[in-house]
Structure formats: C-alpha cells, structure tokens
C-alpha cells in the first residue's frame, strides 16, 4: 500500500515539499484553508496599488496539475492526533498520514496586547493587502471631501509599526504613493501632504543587515519623506493612533509589522518550542519523538549549531521543504539515510523604493540602484509560473517610467469608507 504523505500549508516550504515528490511513489494531499499559493515577498505591492492579487498568486491546484500523486484540500486544520496519526479539521473531518509535513508558517505577534489587534492592519494574506490598500485608498477620497483639518491630518497619517523588511518596503511604497502616484490626482487636498511614520523600538532600521545598510536605509526613507522614529516603543493602539515614547499621533491607518509568532503546531503536539512558538526540530527537520512529522519555514526552528535559528525566510522554507521532499522520498524507497539539513545563505534583500534598495551576500553587499536591479531580477526568477514574472515586468515597468499603478480601483465593499 502506498504511503500518505500530507503537507499543512501551501506556502514557500508546503509547496517546495510537494513538487519535489512529483515522482515518488505516494499519495501526497495538501491541505491549506486558501486556495491558491501566495508570493509573500511582494504582498505589499498588492497593499499599495501596485501589483493585483493575480499577478502575485496562482491556485495550488494549477501549479500541481500535472502531478498526478497530488490532491489538494482547502480546509482549516485545528489539530494533530500524534497517536492515531491524522489531521483534525476545524469540521471534525479526520486527514490520516503516514508522514507528515507542518508548513503553516507564522503570524503577527503584538507582544501580549492582543487588544491592538483591533485597530491595527497585519500584512500576512490576500485579504490582508486588499484591506490595507482600501484603507489607503479610501483615506484620501475621504480627505478630499472633509471640511474639518484635523480630520484630513488624521486620515493622510500612515503610522507602521516595525523597521524590517516588511515594514521599510511598505513605507518606502506609501510615500511614493502619496507624493508621486496621487500628487495631480486631487484638487482639495495636496496627497504630498500625507505624513508616513515609520516607529522601530530598536537603534536601526533593517537592523539585522550588516555594516552600513541599515543608515542607508534610513537616509533613502527619509529622503522619501518618510519620518523615521528610532528607539522608541509602541505603548497603545487604539482608534485614535498610538502613543509612541509618551507622544500621541492621531492616525487612521495603522499598519502592524513588529515581530511574528509562529502558528499552533507546537501546541497540536505537545512538542517543545522557542520564544516565538515555533517547533524547535532535530537536523532532519523532525519533530522530537515524533520521527515521521516535520516542520519547516517559519513554524520550525532550526538551529544549524550557531545557537541562532535559521531566519523566518522565503528562501529557508523553500529550501527545507525541497529536502524534506527528498528525504520522505528515500525513505520510500529505502534509500540510506539522508545528511542533515543544511541552509544555503544565497543572500538578503530589502527595496525602499523606487530604484533603491540594499543586499547583503556575506562577502559582499549592494545599495542603491545595483541593488534595487538585482532585487527585481530575483524576485522575478522566484515568482512561481512564468505568466506572473510577465504580468509583474510589464507592470514595474510601467510603473518605473510613468510613476503610475494599475490597482487603484474601489469596487463594491471596498468603496465604502472606512473607520
């Protein structure tokens, strides 16, 4: 009888895992509560009207068309029965596996106030850019219609919390937005106007970039435009804004990007974990005493003997998915044991905006236009079917000429204003 393998997740380490056991001899289901495979890395793009959901996302089901082994499941998972070895869904159904791979990735942590949540945008999905970008969107047709002046400081005040990648890129693209894409496009308000806040409680942003990227980085946003706070803590989220080092900023829009915890396969098994909830896994990528269940990407923490685990990236998930796909393979088929997993550092990149970018390679690092070019033609290599690289070409490319976004419609709810 052919074993089951079922993969939790269709990101960059559930997807990796799949396509990498198009030849094995098992019956692969992959189950993952939406239905298609998202390109994180550019889902700010969507939230600022530069990109749409399609050109950054392709359905799991086309991209394991020909594989005949593989059966996709849009369902939710809430739990991992270890000794009965299956799946529980969130509608009772029972998933059974003979091995089984945990790709559930992570989500934004407020750091015990949950209460934030509330009043704040997160960037992790689809639905989530579509969100940010009404609400960027809606702020200004709603300023342009306002007759009280706090009231238009308040909506063209962007407030994001967090100073990574994810965070300088939304602040970088914001800014742009407001003082080049929509600068002619309003004749009561002046877009250029908007204030873009950018709050990191550590002394750098990108701080985890060596040498002299980070005061790059910070000299590009600020060059934007962009008010770089440094050093200061969030200490309240509420409907008005924040509080940031004792100061009130009134703020319609806050955009949350301040750390991550990983989603609840540490709690499903009972299984030891890090800080952030993350499965702390053995070199092969398995779970302590569960030797036929794996977890990868950012659900997983690997420390490859530097005492630090492997960074929650694109690059670490597609990498351990691709060997633990390997390794369920030989082990089908018999093959001797595998050598532990070993990550492969092929660099960091981070844009802050239009033609400006930093990359870090370990021997060497890039700023400035260099890396900006290095970073599209990377991310354009990642992307996952070649109708997605084109669609994303055509529309930077627009975009780098012209300053102009072809995503900028309101349509349906999205019309509606928001509060």
Partial sequence: MRPKIVIVGAGFGGMATARSLKRAEADIVLIDRTNHHLFQPLLYQVATAALSPADIATASRVLLRGQNNATVLMA?????????????LVDG???????LVLATGAAYSFFGHDDWAEHSQVLKSLDDALDIRKRLLSAFERAEQSEDPDEVKRLLTFVIVGGGPTGVELAG??????RSTLARDFRRIDPQSARIILCE???NVLGAFPKDLPAYAAEALASLGVDVRLGQ?????DADG???GGERIGAQTVVWCAGTQARPAAQWLGAASARNGAVKVLPDCSVPGHPCIFAIGDVASFDPGTGNPLPGLAPVAKQQGAYVGKLLAATITGRGPTP?????????MAVIGRSRAIADFGKFQLKGFPAWVVWSMVHLMLLVDFRSRLLVYVNWSWAWFTYGRGARLLTG???????
């Fill in 173 to 178: 693209t914001i800014a742009e937005l407001a």
């Fill in 201 to 203: 409680a550590g002394q």
């Fill in 93 to 99: 159904r029972r998933i059974a596996f003979d091995y």
């Fill in 413 to 419: 709810q999205d019309s509606a204003p928001t509060e």
């Fill in 76 to 88: 939710e998972v809430a739990g991992i029965d270890t000794a009965g070895k299956a799946v529980v």
């Fill in 340 to 348: 532990p997993f070993r990550y492969r550092n092929l660099g960091t």
């Fill in 242 to 244: 924040i509080v940031l």
């Fill in 233 to 237: 803590a969030v200490s309240l989220v």
